[in-house]
C-alpha cells in the first residue's frame, strides 16, 4: 500500500476531517507553505534527531530551524544530533526523501512538536511526497499522534 494510502487509512479509521492537497514539486517546507497559501507558521515541517542509535521526530513550524540545546533540554538527550537523511530514510519507506509525515507513531518514533505549531487551529504538513501535502486539524493530529511538546526553535 503506498504511503499516503495508509496514512489516509489511519486518519479515516479514526474519524478525521482531513483535506489532501496537490500541488507541484516543492522541495523546502517554506516553498510548500507558499504554493498552499498558508502561512509558513502552520506549515508543519519533520526535522529528524538522533541520540546514539534512536530516533525522534522534531515538528516544527516552517520558518524555524532547530535549536539544538533547546531540544536536548527538552528531551533529555546531551547527545541529540540532527541525524543525516542517509541515516534515517529506511525509516519511512515509500516516502519520498525529506516528505515523511509527521506522524511518528506511525513509523514507531517518539515526537516533539514545538509549543508554537502547537497553537495554530490548523496545520499543512507533507503526505510522504513532494506533490501531496494534508491540511488538518491541529486538535486532532495532537490526539492521535499524543507528542510533547516544548520550545525547540530558534
Known amino acids: 500500500m503506498p504511503p499516503l494510502d495508509k496514512l489516509k487509512e489511519f486518519l479515516d479509521s479514526k474519524q478525521v476531517s482531513y483535506e489532501v492537497l496537490a500541488h507541484p514539486v516543492t522541495l ?11 502561512s509558513g507558521k502552520e506549515l508543519a515541517k519533520v526535522v529528524v534527531l538522533r541520540s546514539g542509535s534512536k530516533f525522534m521526530m522534531v515538528v516544527l513550524p516552517a520558518p524555524y530551524h532547530v535549536d539544538l540545546e533547546r531540544a536536548r533540554t527538552a528531551t ?3 547527545d541529540l544530533e540532527v541525524a543525516r537523511e542517509s541515516e534515517f530514510a529506511s525509516l519511512f519507506p515509500g516516502c519520498e526523501p525529506g516528505a515523511m509525515p509527521p506522524f511518528g507513531n506511525l513509523y514507531n518514533l517518539q515526537v516533539w512538536v514545538d509549543e508554537s505549531l502547537a497553537q495554530d487551529g ?21 490526539r492521535l499522534v499524543h507528542p510533547k511538546v516544548a520550545t525547540v526553535r530558534h
Open 28 to 38: 523546502t517546507a517554506q516553498h510548500l507553505a507558499a504554493v498552499e497559501h498558508v
Open 76 to 78: 533529555g538527550k546531551r
Open 122 to 142: 490548523e496545520i499543512v504538513f507533507n503526505a510522504c511526497t513532494h506533490t501531496q501535502a494534508i491540511r488538518m486539524k491541529y486538535s486532532d493530529f495532537s
